[in-house]
């Protein structure tokens, strides 16, 4: 073995040895931790003494041969002289010195000790000995009292004696020591665990400079520097084991330590962090002192470092040798629950205990699986909740543990809570589940399309309410709130949603604080009044960006950034999924961050940004698999066909809808998004009948729940598409008008959409007007897609009006737009009616482009890009008071009236700058 920092301990040896060369004898103990290198240390000492001539006598003491009469002086005085081996055969000095052990110093066994002493000194006077004894803490007491009377008269002799001993072990008397002490020729060479140097020095020699520049300071965090369990480990890392020497070197330390130290360092291990002396002496069954004696043993030799062992393999390796491990964490919860230490504490060692049959545990369980919810942990609460459900024999309790146990497995995934829903709807018919949990049960129902039995729990629900009705109104009006956005059929009234006659707040005093945030965007929703509630949509995100999430806090932030949409604010929705998407996973479940990826990719959708939203609704079902999403699933589905779609990748688009759908998602708005979608991808197939059916449903579905003024999808212009693809003009253009008429902000979207449909109905010279009404509306919400439509349309009504100084820079505008948005169907419709518009020209305004400044070049390529103003000035970090005036200096020098005419050299010049 090598030996690693002992080279002072070794200059101290070789000083020792020249003395007892010189008649001067000496004697040394080797002192230091458990499995530190003493005995290795010993080996060396004896080799190179034997190499300076000496003569080497050897003895190792072992604690089961502690009561042994004679066993070290036996080993010892073998090779002195025949006459003592002879009588060693004989067993006549193991009988004198059985007499020691009982205090009996008999004259005939003084006078032996002293021959053996005499024959000792008589050969160092040929030849300097060493007398070697290992682990001497464990010597016999004949043979420490023989080693005494030799020691008192070896100090003008050629004798060394050198012993290695662990004086920190607690429960090895050893008189010896003190005796020893008061010799005037002992010196004492203290051993310590290597320090990370030498963890590398032995690292390097035995596996290389490269693994030990690798390996070292984990070894050395691992092994405490104790020489022992770092060979171990190394031999594992040569072999390509895992911890199989390591174990069996730790299990040896603690052996060595005798029964009781093992008994600490199970009790360390059952305890884990929660091991002090004292919870480590209450376990064990012992005095602190003694406890203690033993702790700063382990300690000093590197096994446990703060009061715990350095690893979980080390951790594995102790408790695999306790055979009542379950009943000592039983114990250890009951110990720690009596001192008042915290129930996640306590909690834990009941789930490694698998025992919860007495009422206190399950209720530690329960109140520890809600702070694990609270600080994000829903594993370590599922583990509680299992135990205190499994273990609980009365039904109302099993109930509510298992309604918080569902809670606990939706926020590592939806799907896990399918089991309990059936359990759940039986317990919610019994009576046995409050107003919480009721609307709880409710939406995951809801979410896995189990409808009847959502429908059945409401109707209890209601009795209930009837029956009781200051018990359970706040839960049932929320609920009923939610119901009639999001699955209005099952609304109360169905057309006739319940209303709150509270005014829009946050929580009240009583039921979830977040059931009822849900329930007042969700009303925010029914009424069409969005724009009313961004202050409000927008105090629900920040409280969800610093909350841990929740299943109603899930469904809230979804619906606060809808309200955000409806209320035209695209930009700061964007802006408020960016700071979700960016907060720390451990405060967000999958469910929440699948959502806001959903929305995310519904957002640039929106903006044209087509294969950014591909990605964010794959990384939807990422986060998501489609069976947990549930009847959900309709929002990422439906962007990721409307987004294939507009990339004119009608297969991928396809394959998206073969997807199994539950029928319930059509009862949901969820459904609404899906026939949205499919209805566009069938337009844009060449199947103008179907899309008409789906956009036909959505009309029906919509008029049922009465949720028209809600404008969640705006089926009115699909519609018009279709029947104009079908050749009826009147059909289309009534759409189109019905769709202008459309209260509220967010519809500035569908009215350029419409104003586009309906510039289609019109003759070629009414077209323009029309069209340019639609693309400033386009351009103020940013939509780059539709906007490409309607410069293509414009283009063609230019073309058709033989106006071609005005239809070319548009047919280029239109068709760089559509390339933003990689819209490569829109392209080659633009290239089938471009005629020689594609041909090379100059744009009139293009001479006078080299008079716009820097600044002023940028501002009007991001516009001609088709950026807001606002997005420009985040863009560019000014106001959007500095870009108009960028804008308005722009349009005189380049004789421009608006954004339409800007000429479209200029994106592409910033383009190859960029």
């Not at 010597?139 to 002799?157: I, V, Y």
């Not at 839960?475 to 209303?499: C, F, K, N």
């Not at 841990?548 to 950034?561: D, I, K, S, Y």
């Amino acid at each position: 073995m090598i030996l690693a920092e002992r080279e002072e301990q070794n200059r101290v040896l070789d000083s020792l040895e020249r003395e007892c060369a010189g008649s001067a004898g000496r004697v040394a103990l080797v002192d230091g931790p458990m499995a530190c290198g003493k005995s290795e240390f010993l080996r060396n000492v004896v080799e190179r003494a034997q190499r300076a001539g000496f003569l080497a006598l050897t003895a190792h003491c072992s604690r089961t041969e502690r009561t042994l009469p004679g066993g070290v002086l036996s080993q010892l005085v073998r090779g002195i002289d025949n006459r003592y081996t002879r009588l060693l055969d004989a067993g006549l000095l193991d009988s004198a010195i059985a007499l020691v052990e009982h205090d009996e110093i008999a004259s005939e066994l003084l006078r032996v000790f002293r021959e053996l002493c005499s024959a000792v000194l008589d050969r160092a006077r040929e030849t300097p000995l060493l007398l070697a004894v290992d682990d001497a803490h464990h010597m016999d007491q004949g043979s420490a009292t023989w080693l005494l009377q030799l020691l008192r008269r070896s100090q003008s002799s050629r004798v060394l004696v050198v012993l290695t001993a662990d004086t920190r072990l607690p429960a090895v008397p050893w008189p010896l020591h003190s005796e020893l002490l008061r010799q005037p020729h002992f010196r004492r060479i203290e051993l310590a665990p290597l320090s990370a140097a030498g963890v590398g020095e032995v690292v390097a020699e035995r596996a290389g400079d490269l693994a030990a520049q690798r390996l070292t300071a984990d070894f050395t965090a691992a092994s405490g520097g104790n020489p022992l369990l770092l060979h171990a480990m190394i031999d594992d890392h040569l072999a390509g084991r895992t911890a199989q020497h390591h174990d069996l070197a730790l299990l040896s330390c603690l052996q060595r330590g005798g029964p009781f130290m093992s008994d600490v360092a199970r009790a360390v291990a059952v305890l884990g962090p929660d091991a002090t002396t004292e919870t480590v002496a209450a376990l064990a069954e012992s005095d602190v002192d003694r406890v203690g004696h033993v702790l700063r043993a382990l300690t000093a030799g590197g096994v446990l470092h703060d009061g715990a062992f350095r690893s979980p393999q080390a951790v594995a390796a102790v408790l695999a040798t306790a055979e009542n491990r379950a009943l000592m964490h039983h114990r250890a919860a009951r110990l720690l629950h009596e001192g008042g230490a915290p129930v996640s504490a306590v909690a834990r060692h009941l789930v490694q205990a698998e025992d919860a049959s007495e009422s206190w545990a399950r209720n530690v369980l329960r109140e520890a699986a809600e702070v694990a919810l609270l600080e994000g942990k829903p594993r370590f609460a599922i583990q509680c909740l299992e135990l205190a459900h499994g273990s609980c024999g009365q039904e109302s309790e099993r109930a509510a543990i298992r309604a918080r146990l569902a809670e606990a497995e939706w926020r590592t995934s939806p799907g896990s809570v399918l089991p309990h829903l059936t359990p759940l709807a039986a317990a919610a018919d019994a009576g046995r589940l409050d107003g919480s949990d009721r609307a709880a049960l409710v939406r995951r129902l809801l979410w896995h399309g189990r409808v009847d039995q959502a429908r059945q729990v409401l109707d209890n629900l209601r009795r209930a309410r009837r029956q009781k009705p200051d018990d359970l109104a706040v839960e049932s009006r929320d609920i009923e709130l939610w119901l009639g956005y999001a699955h209005p059929p099952l609304a109360a009234g169905a057309q006739r949603p319940v209303r709150s006659s509270r005014s829009v707040g946050f929580a009240m005093s009583s039921g979830d604080p977040w059931l009822h945030t849900t329930a007042n965007l969700a009303d925010v929703l029914v009424r069409g009044q969005s724009a009313k509630a961004v202050e409000q949509a927008e105090r629900v995100l920040r409280d969800v960006h610093r909350t841990r999430g929740t299943m109603w806090c899930e469904e809230a932030a979804m619906l606060a950034l809808v309200v955000l949409v409806h209320a035209g604010r695209v930009s700061l929705a964007c802006d408020w999924c960016r700071k979700l998407a960016a907060a720390t996973s451990d405060h967000q479940t999958p469910a929440l961050q699948a959502i806001i990826a959903s929305v995310r990719s519904e957002l640039l959708l929106r903006g044209g940004e087509f294969k950014a939203s591909v990605e964010q609704a794959r990384a939807a079902l990422r986060h998501l698999t489609p069976q947990a999403w549930g009847v959900a699933v309709g929002l990422p589905l439906s962007t990721l066909v409307l987004a294939h779609t507009r990339l004119g990748e009608h297969d991928e688009a396809a394959r998206h809808l073969v997807h199994q759908v539950d029928d319930a998602m059509f009862h949901s708005r969820y459904g609404l998004h899906y026939l949205y979608a499919r209805g566009h991808h069938h337009l844009a197939t060449a199947h103008p009948y179907a899309a008409l059916a789906d956009f036909t449903a959505c009309r029906d579905l919509t008029n049922d729940w009465g949720l028209a003024r809600a404008g969640l999808v705006p089926w009115r212009t699909g519609a018009a598409e279709a029947w104009l693809q079908l050749g009826n003009t009147d059909e289309a253009r009534r759409l189109a008008y019905d769709e202008l008429a459309q209260p509220g902000p967010e519809q500035a979207r569908s009215r350029g959409a419409a104003l586009r449909l309906l510039a289609a109905t019109n003759p070629p010279r009414r077209r323009p007007q029309l069209l340019n009404e639609a693309l400033e509306l386009l351009e103020k919400c940013g939509d780059r897609y539709e906007q490409a439509r309607v410069l293509t349309d414009l283009s063609e009504a230019h073309h058709e009006l033989n106006d071609n100084r005005r239809a070319r820079p548009i047919f280029r505008r239109a068709w760089h737009l559509a390339g933003l948005c990689g819209a490569a169907s829109l392209q080659e419709r633009l290239l089938a009616v471009s005629g020689d518009t594609t041909r090379g020209h100059q744009v009139a305004g293009e001479g006078r482009i080299s008079s716009l400044t820097d600044s002023e070049r940028r501002v009007a390529s991001l516009a001609v890009m088709g950026y807001t103003n606002r997005e420009i000035a985040e863009k560019l970090y000014v106001t959007a008071s500095t870009v108009e005036q960028h804008l308005t200096r722009v349009f005189r020098k380049l004789q421009v009236k608006r954004r339409a005419e800007l000429p479209v050299e200029l994106w592409s010049a910033t383009a190859r700058s960029a």
